[in-house]
């Protein structure tokens, strides 16, 4: 969903060439992405944050309550990153540049089908000391032994499946701990939950979703 032509056919073409990877609909402006997207329910969407009437944050923060969300991958010319933030906080997995190196978005679209995330290091550092200035005191003693494990491979950009398959747990087990994580440390999505962990020191900065096929 971009408004300049050119880039909206450079990236159907490049992702067409994918055998995994099915382009199912594009928009030029924030208002027709919405209703294509309720209209196709694609399982992942590449957003431009700056479009005519309607931007990507209104886009991101339309789709919030509807039951069959896409995963989204912000692919914007925007450095800003308080406007990382601010998509981040507002449901995207990934938040990447307009000159990331096309097999990078490719990656960003797998791990997003799956519940992962690819973010720039600058980034994830700047997510991290958002959490800082805003930590929570005591939230990790909440959590069972289990769920800092699964807290720990949501950090390091990790689906649910490749959860399940390094901690040895079924699928379904997985998504339970990730829903009870986010109730007991009060967050809206497992990117602000992987942003914690982060922030907690399970796994170094270096680890954090920069890998998500890993496992």
């Given at each position: 969903?971009?408004?300049?032509?050119?880039?909206?056919?450079?990236?159907?073409?490049?992702?067409?060439?994918?055998?995994?990877?099915?382009?199912?609909?594009?928009?030029?402006?924030?208002?027709?992405?919405?209703?294509?997207?309720?209209?196709?329910?694609?399982?992942?969407?590449?957003?431009?944050?700056?479009?005519?009437?309607?931007?990507?944050?209104?886009?991101?923060?339309?789709?919030?309550?509807?039951?069959?969300?896409?995963?989204?991958?912000?692919?914007?010319?925007?450095?800003?990153?308080?406007?990382?933030?601010?998509?981040?906080?507002?449901?995207?997995?990934?938040?990447?540049?307009?000159?990331?190196?096309?097999?990078?978005?490719?990656?960003?679209?797998?791990?997003?089908?799956?519940?992962?995330?690819v973010l720039t290091p600058d980034v994830t550092?700047?997510?991290?000391?958002?959490?800082?200035?805003?930590?929570?005191?005591?939230?990790?003693?909440?959590?069972?032994?289990?769920?800092?494990?699964?807290?720990?491979?949501?950090?390091?950009?990790?689906?649910?499946?490749?959860?399940?398959?390094?901690?040895?747990?079924?699928?379904?087990?997985?998504?339970?701990?990730?829903?009870?994580?986010?109730?007991?440390?009060?967050?809206?999505?497992?990117?602000?939950?992987?942003?914690?962990?982060?922030?907690?020191?399970?796994?170094?900065?270096?680890?954090?979703?920069?890998?998500?096929?890993?496992?």
């Amino acid at each position: 969903m971009d408004d300049h032509e050119v880039v909206r056919h450079g990236l159907r073409f490049m992702l067409a060439q994918e055998p995994d990877v099915e382009v199912v609909g594009e928009a030029a402006d924030g208002t027709q992405a919405l209703a294509e997207i309720r209209r196709l329910h694609p399982d992942v969407v590449l957003l431009d944050l700056v479009m005519p009437g309607l931007d990507g944050l209104g886009v991101l923060h339309a789709l919030r309550d509807d039951v069959q969300r896409p995963a989204v991958v912000v692919l914007t010319s925007y450095s800003d990153e308080h406007k990382a933030i601010e998509a981040m906080r507002a449901g995207a997995l990934s938040y990447l540049p307009k000159t990331t190196a096309a097999d990078r978005v490719t990656e960003a679209v797998r791990a997003a089908a799956t519940g992962g995330s690819v973010l720039t290091p600058d980034v994830t550092a700047a997510l991290v000391q958002r959490w800082r200035e805003h930590e929570r005191d005591g939230a990790l003693e909440r959590l069972s032994a289990r769920e800092r494990d699964v807290l720990a491979e949501l950090s390091r950009g990790r689906s649910n499946r490749e959860i399940a398959r390094a901690l040895s747990l079924g699928e379904q087990t997985v998504k339970s701990h990730v829903s009870s994580i986010l109730m007991k440390l009060g967050l809206q999505d497992r990117t602000q939950a992987a942003i914690f962990g982060l922030q907690q020191g399970l796994v170094p900065l270096g680890d954090a979703l920069s890998d998500p096929s890993a496992g």
